[in-house]
């Protein structure tokens, strides 16, 4: 509670129509800004048990969870424009590169090591 004080004696401020911390005085004697500051303060003084902790959750997550989904969607669809080779050759042929010995040595020796080291930590 002690850690908004601050927060809530601004509100406190604001409502009784002081302009301390605004650059345009005519906005805090807005009916709007008012109903709003009022909101947000009565948010703040309600004990934590009490608080939509589930919606805010909800909100939270999702909304990660949307930027995520969006953001792989969208890296998709740009890689798709920017190398149609590799999602338009069939994996009968596989995409060729100038490296492509050298990847699949390097492949190889990383299975190599891999898979004995899995074993070890496995058993």
Not at 85 to 113: E, I, K, N, W, Y
Request: aromatic fraction near 10%; charged fraction near 10%.
């Amino acid at each position: 509670m002690a850690a908004t004080l601050p927060y809530l004696v601004l509100k406190l401020l604001w409502l009784a129509g002081s302009s301390v911390g605004v650059t345009d005085p005519d906005l805090t004697g807005d009916a709007t800004m008012m109903g709003l500051n009022a909101m947000t303060f009565g948010m703040e003084v309600v004990p934590w048990r009490q608080s939509h902790r589930a919606v805010v959750y909800l909100l939270v997550y999702g909304g990660f969870m949307t930027q995520g989904v969006s953001l792989m969607i969208a890296f998709a669809l740009y890689a798709r424009e920017r190398w149609p080779d590799v999602f338009t050759t069939a994996t009968a042929s596989p995409f060729t590169s100038p490296p492509r010995s050298l990847q699949t040595v390097v492949a190889r020796g990383c299975l190599l090591v891999a898979v004995p080291v899995g074993g070890v930590r496995l058993a």
